[in-house]
């Protein structure tokens, strides 16, 4: 499903030059179940980034479906990054004048969903992270962890194949972020969608099959583990 | 130095209400280390909110040094949250166009510290979370626990008597999480400030010397732990 190839990373400010990631090489196959983790600062959500394609890289490749993202049209970026990639961001990133049903439609208003499919799949996904009671709650209105949550189910709503969930209980306590592990388990066994996580807590890898561990943009581990 | 007596804290909007806290009642002596924690939703932000005084509460009262702050002016409030309180909020709240170094430095111009000052000041408080090399960097040009780290050196700048800090570690590896509770307790240990944390790792509430639990808006523990 997706091909990383020497993939390079460098941010260029003023007369600063950070190179958040260097020759990154790997692949996931469709239906994998994959953890990253890393100190702070080691490249984790930049790669998320590019492979969400929200970012580019600077040097190499990056490949969807044996496609380089550096031939796609942006029409064709858009359409991955709008329907096929689900993507919870580190930092929420929640529209503050919606409320969170409304939020967790935004994706499927940019596919074309009529608006009773939206609302009851939105409501579907509310329910599945244990929010249906604060749907009409706006961003502001809500706890830490309710805002994750919803960003959470928002990367759930379109049914996309890939999802990308960059630290997705970092705000939550160990119940309600196990709560949420199993559901992305579930959803990655039932229908084999690719899953692949960034996390700070090792309970949370374990419910992956595989484990990358990043380094001052490299990477120094990749390899099968136990799942939970 | 805090005292919460029968507090109680309802979110009305429309039709709803929510009764996010309820007959809160304990007291915090100088030099405290507490740490709060509980569910997702469970009223810990609220609480931190009320103590820090950017929010009121509905019902009861809360004393700071004796004194009550439904008594006190617009201006003595402003005085001990720009000043007397360090907040690390849970969701960071830089301010996007200023540097790292710049974001450090806000609390201290609203004391009307000299600029040389509050440069030396901010770069000592980035070197005490690790930051110094990302001084000049903008938020967005930070990693989700680089942001995290500037927040907690905000906090710290002005020298508190008091530091609230709302998951100071959630977005940070162990490693890195465990000199941020190290830095917290020295400064507590060797100084007097008292630290108040909510956090939801097991691991982090061990830094504290007490231990309070939320649920659905009440306390349902509080007692002395050991300390790590
Ligand atoms: N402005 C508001 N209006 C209505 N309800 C609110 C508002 N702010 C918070 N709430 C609700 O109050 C409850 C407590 O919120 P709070 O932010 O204190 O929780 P928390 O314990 O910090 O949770 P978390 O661990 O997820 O950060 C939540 O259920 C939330 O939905
Ligand atoms: N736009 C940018 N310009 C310059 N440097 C940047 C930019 N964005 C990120 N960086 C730097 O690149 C490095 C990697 O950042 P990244 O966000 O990928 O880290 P991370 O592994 O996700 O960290 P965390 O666990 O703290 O979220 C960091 O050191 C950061 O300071
Ligand atoms: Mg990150
Ligand atoms: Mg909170």
Redesign the pocket.
């Known amino acids: 499903l997706l091909e990383v190839r020497d993939l390079s990373r460098v941010?260029v400010?003023g007369q600063?030059t950070?190179t958040?990631?260097r020759d990154i090489t790997f692949a996931v196959d469709p239906g994998e179940f994959m953890s990253i983790m890393?100190?702070?600062?080691?490249?984790?959500?930049?790669?998320?980034n590019i492979l969400g394609c929200l970012d580019h890289p600077t040097d190499g490749d990056y490949l969807i479906g044996g496609r380089s993202v550096l031939n796609l049209k942006t029409s064709e970026l858009a359409e991955l990054r709008g329907g096929k990639i689900g993507f919870v961001f580190?930092t929420f990133n929640l529209i503050p004048t919606l409320t969170a049903q409304a939020n967790v439609e935004v994706p499927m208003m940019y596919r074309g969903h009529p608006a009773r499919i939206r609302r009851e799949r939105a409501l579907k996904a509310l329910e599945r992270v244990g929010l249906e009671h604060r749907a009409d709650h706006l961003p502001s209105q809500l706890s830490g962890g309710e805002q994750q949550r919803v960003a959470v189910a928002r990367a759930l709503s379109t049914d996309p194949s890939l999802i990308l969930a960059?630290?997705p209980t970092g705000n939550l306590d160990s119940e309600t972020s196990r709560s949420i592990m199993k559901l992305l388990r579930q959803i990655n066994e039932n229908t084999g969608v690719t899953v692949i996580q960034?996390t700070?807590d090792d309970d949370m890898a374990t419910y992956g099959e595989r484990l990358m561990a990043?380094q001052d943009?490299r990477i120094t581990e990749d390899h099968q583990v136990d799942t939970a």
């Open positions: 941010y400010s600063q950070v958040a990631l890393g100190p702070s600062g080691s490249g984790k959500s930049t790669l998320m580190q960059d630290e960034v700070h990043l943009g």
